[in-house]
């Protein structure tokens, strides 16, 4: 399959060639999360995905204890179902466990990690607490430690959910914690099928190759879990000659299919979901989407492929602006203008004034 063909089958399962007249909950649960470090990004994924998104339709969510906030795969924030919090946590916690030793290893020293952890599940379940507070609270039984390697510890080893506000549009709020069993009254779920997650990312992003499931869980070793799976797959070759696995059914449009205008919001599911993200970001861009400080920009979906763009507000005043790639046509200014100016009004509809504006190709 060449890079065309994948990028098209990757914008048709992520419900970004025609937007989808499914629940919020559903689009979440197929997706298998969406990425929630910036609390307003999942907003804009959604209302790029599903048919009349409205912010309230996630956060009424989000409030009804249905949709959750967690660490889960790569140990990044997602918003995922309750469901899926409870059953993903557990299988991806070796990536977690491995994401401490390499950070705080040295900080913890031989100290009793089960022992912190304990304690700082004691704490979190009595008054739900931001990290800062967990490590300072910890520091009481354990002084010659660092605060931040033991609040590190307990946000590996409990399942920590943030609380609402926070990830509410229009409202702010320091992140803090709960485990997930004290905030939905629920065990974890004791074994998670590996294989069931797989094919799910394959829904959801693929075809795929074993590299690429990994980078996206964060995990290693998969290649068992996917051994077992291929009576039910189907494989191709990408134009490097790797293999990729797919479900049967899933969709593969032509590569010729049309891709309509998308806007994506900061550290979108499907710029990180890949080692080779090719399919969706030719590597001369990738330093512009991806920063040196670790922030991954908010991205402008041109015939599958991308731009960046950000908001300014200023005086009751609202601000587009969008930086190409590529040298854009007169239709193509004026269907981002077009599309731009609707993406205003779901993000800062009380202001009054509205505009887009384009900055010149960066060299």
């Known amino acids: 399959m060449g890079t065309r063909a994948l990028n098209r089958a990757l914008l048709a399962r992520q419900m970004l060639l025609t937007r989808a007249p499914y629940s919020t909950l559903e689009v979440i649960s197929h997706l298998v999360g969406l990425q929630a470090q910036s609390p307003n990004a999942p907003y804009f994924a959604l209302w790029s995905r599903i048919q009349g998104f409205q912010q309230e339709d996630l956060s009424s969510l989000i409030r009804e204890r249905k949709i959750i906030r967690i660490a889960l795969m790569r140990s990044t924030i997602h918003l995922v179902s309750a469901q899926d919090g409870l059953s993903l946590r557990p299988w991806v916690q070796s990536a977690h466990e491995r994401g401490l030793k390499g950070a705080y290893g040295k900080l913890l020293g031989d100290v009793r990690l089960d022992d912190i952890a304990a304690s700082g599940r004691a704490l979190v379940e009595a008054s739900p607490l931001t990290f800062n507070e967990m490590g300072k609270c910890l520091q009481q039984q354990w002084p010659d430690r660092d605060p931040g390697a033991l609040a590190a510890v307990v946000r590996t080893r409990v399942p920590l959910v943030q609380l609402p506000p926070r990830g509410l549009w229009g409202e702010s709020g320091q992140a803090i914690h709960t485990s997930i069993e004290a905030w939905l009254n629920l065990p974890l779920t004791s074994h998670p099928?590996?294989?069931?997650?797989?094919?799910?990312?394959?829904?959801?992003?693929?075809?795929?190759?074993?590299?690429?499931?990994?980078?996206?869980?964060?995990?290693?070793?998969?290649?068992?879990?996917?051994?077992?799976?291929?009576?039910?797959?189907?494989?191709?070759?990408?134009?490097?000659?790797?293999?990729?696995?797919?479900?049967?059914?899933?969709?593969?449009?032509?590569?010729?299919?049309?891709?309509?205008?998308?806007?994506?919001?900061?550290?979108?599911?499907?710029l990180l979901s890949y080692a080779d993200r090719n399919r969706i970001l030719d590597d001369s861009f990738r330093k512009r989407v991806f920063t040196?400080?670790?922030?991954?920009?908010?991205?402008?979906?041109?015939?599958?492929?991308?731009?960046?763009?950000?908001?300014?507000?200023?005086?009751?005043?609202a601000t587009l602006t969008i930086q190409p790639f590529i040298q854009l046509r007169d239709e193509d200014r004026h269907g981002i203008a077009e599309e731009g100016m609707q993406l205003l009004q779901f993000a800062a509809a009380h202001d009054a004034t509205h505009t887009v504006k384009f900055l010149p190709i960066e060299e």
């Not at 670790?294 to 300014?312: A, K, N």
């Open 292 to 317: 040196s400080n670790g922030i991954i920009r908010s991205t402008l979906l041109l015939d599958g492929f991308v731009g960046t763009w950000r908001i300014e507000r200023e005086r009751n005043a």
């Open 193 to 270: 099928e590996p294989e069931e997650f797989i094919l799910r990312y394959l829904a959801a992003f693929g075809p795929a190759t074993i590299k690429d499931i990994q980078v996206w869980s964060g995990l290693t070793r998969l290649n068992t879990y996917v051994e077992r799976l291929l009576p039910q797959l189907i494989r191709f070759r990408n134009e490097q000659g790797t293999v990729l696995y797919d479900l049967p059914d899933a969709p593969r449009p032509d590569p010729d299919t049309p891709a309509p205008l998308r806007f994506l919001g900061e550290y979108d599911n499907i």
